[in-house]
C-alpha cells in the first residue's frame, strides 16, 4: 500500500462554504435563540462532512482498477461505450450526499483526452443521467495501451463537476483528479473482458476499494 496524497483533510474546494456555514452558525448563535442557531451548527456540521477529504493507501498492482470514488456500485455489465467506440465493460458507483466526493484516478496512466458535455441535473442513480447528465470524461492510457475511460456525471443536486487534469497529463493510479460537489455518480468503461470483483448494490472508497483485474 501506498499514500500519494498531499492535500488537506478537508478539501480546498469546500473551504469557502465550510467558512460561510461556520460562521453563520457561529453568528446565529450570538444573535438568535439556541434553536435557531442549533439549525444553523446542524448544516455546518453537514458542509463539515461533506468536504471532508481522507488519505487514502493505495494498493499495489498494476492490473487492478480501484475505485474512483466514493458510493454504492448501482450498475455492472457490457455496454457501448460511447467515448471510444467499443463494447466496454461498465461499472457505476453512485455518490450521496454523504460520501467522499474527491474523485481518484482508477489506474495509472496518461491522461489521451478529455470530453466535456453539459446537460441536465436528474437523479444520477438513474440509468439515463450517464447520456443526459452534465458530465466530464477522462480517456486513460495504461503504458500497456490499455484504455480506460472515467466519467464524472452530476446529479440532482450537483451543480458543478470540477476536474484538474489536462491532455498529456501522466496520473498514478488513486491520485486525485477532480471533485464533484453534493451528490452524483462516476462511470468507469473497461476492457471488455475484465473481471470485475465488486457487486451490484455493495460499498466502495475512492482509492482503496479494488474493483476487478485486466
Known amino acids: 500500500m501506498k499514500k500519494i496524497d498531499a492535500h488537506p483533510l478537508l478539501a480546498r474546494e469546500g473551504w469557502?462554504?465550510?467558512?460561510?456555514?461556520?460562521?453563520?452558525a457561529a453568528?446565529?448563535?450570538?444573535?438568535?435563540?439556541?434553536?435557531?442557531?442549533?439549525?444553523?451548527?446542524?448544516?455546518?456540521?453537514?458542509?463539515?462532512?461533506?468536504?471532508?477529504?481522507?488519505h487514502r493507501s493505495i494498493p499495489?498492482?498494476?492490473e487492478a482498477v480501484i475505485s474512483p470514488a466514493d458510493g454504492k456500485v448501482i450498475f455492472t455489465g457490457l455496454v457501448?461505450?460511447?467515448?471510444?467506440?467499443r463494447r466496454a465493460f461498465k461499472i457505476s458507483v453512485f455518490m450521496n450526499v454523504?460520501?467522499?466526493h474527491s474523485n481518484r484516478a482508477p489506474v495509472a496512466g496518461t491522461v489521451k483526452k478529455?470530453?466535456?458535455?453539459?446537460?441536465?441535473?436528474?437523479?444520477?442513480?438513474l440509468d439515463k443521467a450517464s447520456q443526459e447528465n452534465e458530465r466530464n470524461a477522462v480517456w486513460y492510457q495504461k503504458s500497456d495501451g490499455t484504455d480506460v475511460v472515467s466519467v464524472q456525471v452530476a446529479g440532482l443536486v450537483a451543480r458543478r463537476i470540477?476536474?484538474?487534469v489536462k491532455e498529456g497529463d501522466d496520473l498514478e493510479q488513486g491520485q486525485r483528479y477532480g471533485f464533484i460537489r453534493f451528490g452524483s455518480r462516476v462511470d468507469l468503461f473497461l476492457p471488455e473482458d475484465f473481471k470485475p470483483?465488486?457487486?451490484?448494490?455493495?460499498?466502495?472508497?475512492s482509492g482503496t476499494s479494488v474493483l476487478g483485474k485486466f
Open 114 to 125: 478529455i470530453w466535456y458535455s453539459p446537460g441536465l441535473f436528474v437523479n444520477a442513480a
Open 162 to 164: 470540477l476536474c484538474y
Open 27 to 54: 453568528l446565529t448563535t450570538v444573535v438568535f435563540p439556541f434553536y435557531v442557531a442549533f439549525f444553523f451548527w446542524v448544516i455546518a456540521v453537514f458542509v463539515l462532512q461533506f468536504f471532508r477529504d481522507p
Open 80 to 85: 457501448d461505450d460511447p467515448y471510444l467506440d
Open 60 to 62: 499495489q498492482g498494476d
Open 16 to 24: 469557502f462554504y465550510i467558512g460561510l456555514a461556520l460562521f453563520s
Open 98 to 100: 454523504f460520501s467522499v
Open 197 to 205: 470483483s465488486v457487486a451490484l448494490g455493495e460499498n466502495v472508497s
